[in-house]
């Protein structure tokens, strides 16, 4: 089995900053892409950043300049890096892995989520 646990959520003023944490654990043999996704209110759950493990990046159109994913191979964790908050970017913050078992099986995992709150 694989975990992924998210840390970092909160309530920050408009302008601020915050820094999302995700760690992988369990049976991995390879992260092939670890990423963030947000839903707010009334909204589907929407890719906001991905990193391959080639350190290969994309990001929502929305979230460009203002928000960086990294990753940490060796502990196996991805960071996203979120400046410039707006009220706009409030929602559950998800993180999504690509991840091989020891037994070759690739699938997606999710962690629990982790609520930004972007308010004065």
């Known amino acids: 089995q694989v975990q992924l646990v998210e840390s970092g959520g909160g309530l920050v003023q408009p302008g601020g900053s915050l820094r999302l944490s995700c760690a992988a654990s369990?049976?991995?043999?390879?992260?092939?892409?670890m990423g963030w996704y947000r839903q707010a209110p009334g909204k589907q759950r929407a890719l906001v950043a991905r990193?391959?493990?080639?350190?290969?990046?994309n990001y929502a159109d929305s979230v460009k300049g203002h928000f960086t994913i990294s990753r940490d191979n060796a502990k196996n964790t991805v960071y996203l890096q979120m400046n410039s908050l707006k009220p706009e970017d409030t929602a559950v913050y998800s993180c999504?892995?690509?991840?091989?078992?020891?037994?070759?099986?690739?699938?997606?995992?999710w962690g629990q989520g982790t609520q930004v709150t972007v308010s004065s």
């Open positions: 369990g049976s991995i043999f390879r992260i092939y892409a």
């Open positions: 999504n892995g690509l991840i091989a078992t020891p037994g070759g099986v690739m699938s997606n995992y």
């Open positions: 990193i391959t493990n080639d350190g290969t990046t």
